[in-house]
């Protein structure tokens, strides 16, 4: 499991970039792999993808996800399917023989196959309770305004998500 990051995988950092090595190797492998928000990007990345700041602005708060793909990740989904995130870069372009999932009003990658056994969420499934609340503080948010962010939600909009977590146990139940 690759989790988030405050880094960006556009940063093309050694650190970024070797980790996406690191990747490449393990899902040639067939080794299970779950992109969360900067790991989804990761993988992205890494599998001959293209990753940017998302030209619709950043996404925020607790956002609706339209399953486009019938996938085994989401066996146990129900509508609406709602989660939790966070983030300004996306992965705008798929790698060959990546398929997207899920989209969100911002976010036409919002869950991805990017492999037979290998997966990615532009949301936080493990963060989808009230503690929510605090990593988009006022002062973040504020913070983030001044920056330019053309987020769609505010610090008022993070929910009790819960039905994103199903996806992160469908994952273990499937690997």
């Known amino acids: 499991m690759i989790t988030g990051s405050s880094a960006s995988v556009t940063d093309r950092a050694d650190w970024v970039?070797?980790?996406?090595?690191?990747?490449?190797?393990?899902?040639?492998?067939?080794?299970?792999?779950?992109?969360?928000?900067?790991?989804?990007?990761?993988?992205?990345?890494?599998l001959g993808g293209l990753v940017e700041k998302n030209p619709h602005g950043r996404e925020i708060g607790t956002v609706d996800f339209e399953i486009v793909q019938h996938d085994v990740i989401f066996a146990e989904a129900r509508a609406p399917l709602r989660a939790n995130a966070?983030?300004?870069?996306?992965?705008?372009?798929?790698?060959?023989?990546?398929?997207?999932?899920?989209?969100?009003?911002?976010?036409?990658?919002?869950?991805?196959?990017?492999?037979?056994?290998?997966?990615?969420?532009?949301?936080?499934?493990?963060?989808?309770?009230?503690?929510?609340?605090?990593?988009?503080?006022?002062?973040?948010?504020?913070?983030?305004?001044?920056?330019?962010?053309?987020?769609?939600?505010?610090w008022r909009a993070w929910t009790m998500a819960r039905r994103g977590t199903s996806t992160l146990e469908r994952f273990f139940a499937v690997v």
């Open 17 to 46: 970039l070797a980790g996406e090595a690191y990747l490449r190797r393990v899902v040639d492998a067939k080794v299970p792999v779950f992109g969360i928000c900067f790991g989804h990007q990761m993988l992205g990345q890494a």
């Open 86 to 154: 966070t983030h300004v870069d996306s992965v705008t372009q798929l790698p060959p023989g990546a398929t997207a999932l899920a989209r969100t009003r911002l976010e036409p990658h919002a869950a991805v196959r990017f492999s037979e056994r290998a997966w990615g969420v532009q949301f936080s499934p493990g963060n989808e309770t009230a503690m929510s609340c605090g990593l988009t503080s006022r002062p973040a948010v504020a913070s983030s305004r001044r920056r330019g962010s053309t987020q769609t939600r505010s």
